[in-house]
């Protein structure tokens, strides 16, 4: 029986933290999908299982960089200039070296199709498992909020980006507009998916500060009366998650390991947005 009891535990653990790599990829499911459309796969959901981008994947994104290339060069080498500008040779070169950097920029994000698949799939797998330590499926709509952030970020790119090329269309010439939009939007993109990994920590680190408070708060009840009797209107974001402070309670242990592994997610994410922010800032300063 304790052999049964035993291996029930693991499996039930699994079955949790598979459910939230599920819930997790459903938060960043609308970013992910339009980044299949310019050719960026990060990892895809297969059988309820996060896996690498198979072949076909690889070739659409080789595909879509090979347009994209094809495109760059034609209209950014023969199409940029302004009729009302008097330097346009300056003007030209000036344009062609700032969307050169957009350009790097855009290959930097594809790349992350053949090199930061693991880094992207241990992010997401990391979560989930600090999800099931949290117990974050007793958390009413803790999920649907962080969707909604999604929503947010994306609805924020898309509208500033529609505005921007509307500008561009009406002020400098429709090739500009046409070829700096697409890289401008997935610039855009790539600083919303950075902002939704930052908000996927951010939400846990609310709940691990929620959960210490409480604990706190609990203890200097205790200290300052013998018995406290006190009804909950069902705020469930509240509960009680550390317990009573004893020998054998591991609960803050538990917090601490938390803690580590959201700075190693930290590190990840680091790890896979340093070189597309590094080429977002460049242009900045052109």
Same mark, same amino acid.
């Given at each position: 029986?304790?052999?049964?009891?035993? !291996?029930?535990?693991?499996? +039930?653990?699994?079955?949790?933290?598979?459910?939230?790599?599920?819930?997790?990829?459903?938060?960043?499911? %609308?970013?992910?999908?339009?980044?299949?459309?310019?050719?960026?796969?990060?990892?895809?959901?297969?059988?309820?299982?996060?896996?690498?981008?198979?072949?076909?994947?690889?070739?659409?994104?080789?595909? =879509?960089?090979?347009?994209? @290339?094809?495109?760059?060069?034609?209209?950014?080498? +023969?199409?940029?200039?302004?009729?009302?500008?008097?330097?346009?040779?300056?003007? $030209?070169?000036?344009?062609?070296?700032?969307?050169?950097?957009?350009?790097?920029?855009?290959?930097?994000?594809?790349?992350?199709?053949?090199?930061?698949?693991?880094?992207?799939?241990?992010?997401?797998?990391?979560?989930?498992? @600090?999800?099931?330590?949290?117990?974050?499926?007793?958390?009413?709509?803790? +999920?649907? $909020?962080?969707?909604?952030?999604?929503?947010?970020?994306?609805?924020?790119?898309?509208?500033?980006?529609?505005?921007?090329?509307?500008?561009? =269309?009406?002020?400098?010439? %429709?090739?500009?507009?046409?070829?700096?939009?697409?890289?401008?939007? @997935?610039?855009?993109?790539?600083?919303?998916?950075?902002?939704? +990994?930052?908000?996927?920590? $951010?939400?846990?680190?609310? %709940?691990?500060?929620?959960?210490?408070?409480?604990?706190?708060?609990?203890? !200097?009840? $205790?200290?300052?009366?013998?018995?406290?009797?006190?009804?909950?209107?069902?705020?469930? !974001?509240?509960?009680?998650?550390?317990?009573?402070?004893?020998?054998?309670? /591991?609960?803050?242990?538990?917090?601490?390991?938390?803690?580590?592994?959201?700075?190693?997610?930290?590190?990840?994410?680091?790890?896979?947005?340093?070189?597309? %922010?590094? /080429?977002?800032?460049?242009?900045?300063?052109?």
């Amino acid at each position: 029986m304790e052999f049964q009891l035993e !291996e029930k535990i693991p499996s +039930y653990r699994n079955t949790n933290k598979r459910r939230g790599e599920e819930q997790i990829f459903n938060t960043l499911k %609308i970013i992910i999908k339009i980044e299949y459309f310019v050719g960026i796969f990060r990892f895809t959901l297969l059988n309820e299982k996060l896996s690498r981008p198979n072949w076909r994947m690889k070739s659409i994104s080789i595909f =879509i960089i090979t347009i994209s @290339v094809v495109w760059f060069f034609s209209f950014a080498a +023969y199409n940029l200039e302004l009729p009302s500008v008097d330097d346009v040779t300056s003007y $030209k070169f000036m344009n062609l070296i700032c969307i050169i950097f957009m350009f790097l920029q855009f290959f930097a994000s594809a790349s992350t199709t053949f090199t930061f698949n693991t880094s992207n799939i241990c992010i997401i797998s990391m979560l989930a498992k @600090v999800d099931t330590m949290l117990k974050v499926e007793i958390l009413s709509n803790f +999920y649907k $909020k962080c969707s909604l952030n999604t929503y947010i970020y994306l609805t924020f790119v898309i509208a500033t980006q529609i505005l921007i090329s509307i500008i561009d =269309i009406l002020t400098v010439r %429709i090739s500009w507009a046409i070829t700096a939009g697409i890289l401008d939007f @997935v610039q855009r993109l790539e600083i919303a998916a950075f902002c939704s +990994y930052v908000d996927l920590l $951010k939400c846990r680190l609310n %709940i691990i500060n929620r959960l210490l408070k409480t604990f706190v708060d609990d203890q !200097e009840k $205790k200290a300052t009366a013998a018995l406290t009797i006190e009804f909950r209107s069902g705020i469930i !974001e509240n509960f009680s998650f550390i317990g009573q402070f004893r020998e054998n309670n /591991t609960k803050i242990r538990d917090l601490a390991k938390i803690y580590v592994m959201i700075g190693q997610i930290c590190s990840k994410v680091n790890e896979i947005f340093n070189m597309q %922010i590094l /080429t977002i800032l460049i242009p900045l300063y052109l």
